[in-house]
């Protein structure tokens, strides 16, 4: 038996059993609905003429305030749901006071289920985020949760999903859900590198706190980077 500190392996055979036995999201955005008056809601000015860049779990924003600053053409949208770093957050929006860069504190969930406009979004990031690792919460992990197809319908045709995380097996089972089951085309995958879609040349340090952590301590950090193709199958939403 597997000692209960190792992180979870990347298993195809459960990912398939997974997505074939997931049970109806109807409950879940049910309870969403609920939740949808305290819904962060994207300015109108975010959402036009400038392509939007939205970041979920963005911790206190340091990443997307700098990138805004080199994107002056991009608007950019930080989400963030914890309280201190939420609140830190929207201070550095603030502070910043750049036209194309907001910070809010909120749940990024029940934003994409209330609604952020189809085909509205040019880049998500997703860094670091939680992994989940107990069998019994995977649901939780980004790619087999519920707001997925939000998410995805969402993202322009032709958007692109950036996601990260010191879990390998994290980012293999991502790039397995968002190939097979949603027909993303996968355009990078394995141990983070420069790239021009990720930035990273610009933080050789890392792009966030996170990031910056697990490369100052030497430990190996993972990425998959996924575009939605122009024609995708529309069960995907169902
Ligand atoms: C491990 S931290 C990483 C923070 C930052 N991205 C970084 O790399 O330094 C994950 C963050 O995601 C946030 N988060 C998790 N679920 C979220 C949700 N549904 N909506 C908004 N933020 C969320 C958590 O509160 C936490 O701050």
Not at 51 to 69: C, K, N, P, V
Not at 123 to 147: A, D, G, T
Not at 174 to 184: N, P, R, S
Request: with cysteine; net charge positive; charged share 25%.
């Amino acid at each position: 038996m597997r000692p209960q500190s190792l992180p979870p392996t990347f298993n195809p055979s459960r990912i398939e059993w997974d997505l074939k036995h997931s049970p109806s999201h109807q409950q879940y955005e049910d309870f969403f609905k609920e939740e949808f008056r305290k819904a962060p809601t994207i300015p109108n000015d975010f959402l036009k003429p400038q392509s939007l860049w939205l970041e979920i779990g963005a911790g206190t924003g340091q990443f997307f305030e700098s990138m805004a600053r080199l994107h002056p053409d991009k608007n950019l949208v930080a989400l963030e749901r914890d309280r201190m770093r939420g609140k830190r957050l929207a201070r550095r929006t603030e502070e910043a006071g750049l036209k194309n860069f907001l910070g809010i504190r909120g749940n990024a969930i029940s934003a994409l289920i209330k609604g952020v406009p189809q085909n509205s979004l040019e880049r998500v990031y997703i860094l670091y985020p939680c992994p989940w690792p107990k069998n019994s919460h995977r649901k939780h992990r980004w790619h087999f949760h519920p707001v997925m197809p939000h998410l995805l319908n969402a993202l322009e045709p032709g958007g692109l999903i950036i996601l990260a995380s010191d879990q390998k097996f994290y980012v293999e089972e991502a790039h397995y859900v968002w190939e097979k089951q949603y027909g993303l085309e996968v355009l990078k995958a394995g141990e983070i590198s420069a790239h021009p879609l990720n930035a990273l040349e610009l933080f050789p340090g890392g792009r966030t706190k996170f990031e910056r952590t697990f490369l100052d301590q030497g430990q190996p950090c993972y990425e998959v980077i996924v575009k939605k193709p122009v024609l995708i199958d529309p069960s995907i939403f169902t």
